[in-house]
């Protein structure tokens, strides 16, 4: 049974950083894409940053290009989203997901067929 499980999830501060974590089982991670999405109230889930397996490339939303960083460990199967410099509107669910698709279709939430229950992350001074 496949299983993505976030953790890390906290009330922040602006500006402060918070590093959210992904235990991935019942799956080859090594085979797969590994990304994070979030959702806030009110708003479609959209995509933030992906990992391409085994790790070769990373590509991330604009809004938190040179904030957030992914990472990923594949022997201890977990999945990393550092964030720095966080702004109110960071605030969401973030979930981690698997994907196998193209290269080319990695930051579309439709190619990703499982995911975590997800992890709030709130921005407010």
């Known amino acids: 049974q496949v299983q993505l499980a976030e953790s890390g999830g906290s009330l922040v501060q602006p500006g402060d950083s918070l590093r959210l974590s992904c235990a991935v089982s019942g799956l080859p991670m090594i085979n797969y894409h590994m990304g994070w999405f979030r959702q806030a109230p009110g708003k479609e889930r959209e995509f933030v940053a992906v990992s391409s397996r085994p790790g070769r490339y990373t590509y991330y939303d604009q809004s938190v290009e040179g904030r957030f960083t992914i990472s990923r460990d594949n022997a201890k199967k977990m999945v990393y989203l550092q964030m720095n410099s966080l702004k109110p509107e960071d605030t969401a669910v973030y979930y981690c997901?698997?994907?196998?698709?193209?290269?080319?279709?990695?930051?579309?939430?439709?190619?990703?067929?499982?995911w975590g229950q997800g992890t709030q992350v709130t921005v407010s001074s």
């Open positions: 997901a698997s994907s196998t698709a193209a290269l080319s279709a990695i930051r579309q939430l439709t190619m990703y067929s499982n």
